[in-house]
């Protein structure tokens, strides 16, 4: 400890503190105090995980400049929050994403992504996925989770996350089992016949939250109610176009299963590498 302005001493070395200093590609809008450095230090400094090296190990492999953000360091519950943009040779923004360290429920939470249009479907998403899952088992955390909507209420469910039972019991406008089975109401019956809509009946009010992997698996086809004319797939509408939210997680300490389902989805990583 070295002595203070005011004489007392600063817990907070010179070093210690030159890696919470904010730069231009790293900022600190939580405003770090000596308190939340000193507990960053017990929680990841044994893994040399300091602001700027956690967000490079979030955004590792992205082939863009990145800039962090530091948003929250809250040492009551143990939650850190980190905001990542990746910007192309243009300095047009490509990737918007953020993420959660949670010591308490030993998580990383994914909090959002967002992927400029025309990148899309290049794997940036599955890779900051993968880089997430790294993260958690080093930390040895136990699961990942999130706060699926829009596209991701399909992606994500594809990637082995399921909602949480609270979620899969909720009801309501825009909750999960309420917004499937509404949309399955409004399928015209050429493009689903009774019976198969009884199946998906069936699936939809079990107990099981992992359920939403059939329904995001379901083969066929419908009509768009958002692009009319074009023809998507069934489980796409029953959980994009329906409007279907849902906090979900991916247990993977505990689940082997969900755990399979996301090595199983990563691996496309492996194999656009070795092409």
């Not at 692009?227 to 069934?234: D, T, V």
Request: hydrophobic share 40%.
């Amino acid at each position: 400890m070295s002595p203070s302005a005011s004489g007392i001493p600063d817990p907070v070395d010179e070093a210690l503190r030159k890696r919470f200093e904010a730069a231009e590609d790293l900022r600190f809008s939580c405003g770090p105090s000596a308190e939340t450095i000193v507990w960053w230090e017990r929680n990841l400094g044994r893994y040399n995980l300091y602001p700027r090296e956690l967000g490079e190990w979030l955004v590792r492999g992205l082939p863009f400049r990145t800039t962090f953000d530091v948003t929250l360091i809250d040492p009551g519950p143990g939650h850190i929050r980190i905001e990542m943009e990746g910007f192309d040779g243009e300095g047009r923004r490509v990737v918007k994403a953020g993420r959660s360290l949670e010591f308490d429920l030993k998580q990383v939470h994914l909090n959002k992504l967002e992927i400029a249009r025309a990148h899309r479907n290049k794997l940036y998403g599955r890779l900051m996925l993968r880089n997430a899952y790294s993260l958690a088992l080093a930390l040895r955390f136990e699961k990942l989770a999130l706060t699926a909507i829009d596209y991701g209420s399909y992606v994500w469910a594809q990637a082995g996350f399921y909602p949480t039972l609270k979620a899969w019991q909720a009801t309501g406008t825009g909750r999960l089992r309420d917004a499937v089975l509404g949309y399955i109401e409004q399928l015209p019956d050429a493009d689903i016949d009774w019976q198969r809509k009884a199946d998906i009946y069936e699936v939809v009010q079990g107990d099981d939250p992992r359920a939403i992997w059939a329904i995001a698996g379901l083969h066929g086809t419908v009509g768009s109610r958002l692009e009319p004319g074009e023809r998507i797939k069934l489980g796409w509408a029953l959980l994009v176009e329906s409007g279907a939210t849902w906090e979900g997680e991916l247990p993977f300490k505990v689940d082997r299963i969900a755990e399979k389902r996301l090595l199983a989805y990563l691996r496309k990583l492996t194999s656009a590498a070795a092409s």
